[in-house]
Nanobody
Framework: QVQLVESGGGLVQAGGSLRLSCTAS?????MGWFRQAPGKERDFVAA????????PYANSVKGRFTISRDNAKNTVYLQMASLKPEDTAVYYC?????????????????WGQGTQVTVSS
């Protein structure tokens, strides 16, 4: 069982930046970030393979968000720039049991508790 703990959320003005971190209690394989706004489904944001060489992004964040990982620290990051009010959501970190990167939240076995990101206009 892998436990994930996110941090780094907060309130930021539109156009600003935030970096989210997610630290795992043990070794992880493919990892991803998802987000859920009030009244909406949980949506894929970005994912990363163990090597960091495969990093798909949702179209809505491509060019603004960057996912990365530090395997020595069992930590994955989401650097968010040029934030927009529509980026406001609870952001969740997730981990798979395999190193196949996917965008479907049902493929991820382990989840963090979420961290709130609020972007004001």
């Amino acid at each position: 069982q892998v436990q994930l703990v996110e941090s780094g959320g907060g309130l930021v003005q539109a156009g600003g930046s935030l970096r989210l971190s997610c630290t795992a209690s043990g070794r992880t394989y493919a990892m991803g970030w998802f987000r859920q706004a009030p009244g909406k489904e949980r949506d894929f944001v970005a994912a990363v393979s163990v090597s960091g060489g495969v990093t798909p992004y949702a179209n809505s964040v491509k060019g603004r968000f960057t996912i990365s990982r530090d395997n020595a620290k069992n930590t994955v990051y989401l650097q968010m720039a040029s934030l927009k009010p529509e980026d406001t959501a609870v952001y969740y970190c997730a981990a798979r049991k395999f190193n196949l990167v996917t965008i479907d939240p049902d493929d991820y076995a382990f989840w963090g508790q979420g961290t709130q990101v609020t972007v004001s206009s």
